[in-house]
């Protein structure tokens, strides 16, 4: 089992900045995949960022590449989205996730384990 909590969300002007933190909990954690999820009011819960067990590989949403920086700190067990630039359709909810698959595809059945996520509010 794996436990995960989101911190850092918030209210921000268009063009700030914001960062999301998630602290793990439980089995090793670089054993884990980790990703940035998000859900925006009356949509589906979509793919950010995602990075490898020891943050050698990211990958990213094309609607956030060059906006946002995912990392991670492995001794701390925290996993971090850095997010710049926020744009109003940027507003939703954040989620954390982990997954034991090698090569996941970063789909939501892909994920094992789920932080309950902290709201993001970006306004024009």
């Known amino acids: 089992q794996v436990w995960l909590v989101e911190s850092g969300g918030g209210l921000v002007q268009a063009g700030g900045s914001l960062r999301l933190s998630c602290a793990a909990s439980g089995r090793t954690f670089s054993n884990y995949l980790l990703g940035w999820f998000r859900q925006a009011p009356g949509k589906e819960r979509d793919f950010v960022a995602g990075?490898?067990?020891?943050?050698?590989?990211?990958y990213y949403a094309d609607s956030v590449k060059g906006r946002f920086s995912i990392s991670r700190d492995n001794a701390k067990n925290t996993v971090d989205l850095q997010m710049n630039s926020l744009k109003p359709e940027d507003t939703a909810v954040y989620y954390c996730?982990?997954?034991?698959?090698?090569?996941?595809?970063?789909?939501?059945?892909?994920?094992?384990?789920w932080g309950k996520g902290t709201l993001v509010t970006v306004s024009s």
């Open positions: 990075i490898s067990r020891y943050g050698s590989s990211t």
């Open positions: 996730a982990a997954t034991s698959q090698f090569r996941p595809s970063w789909g939501l059945d892909d994920m094992d384990y």
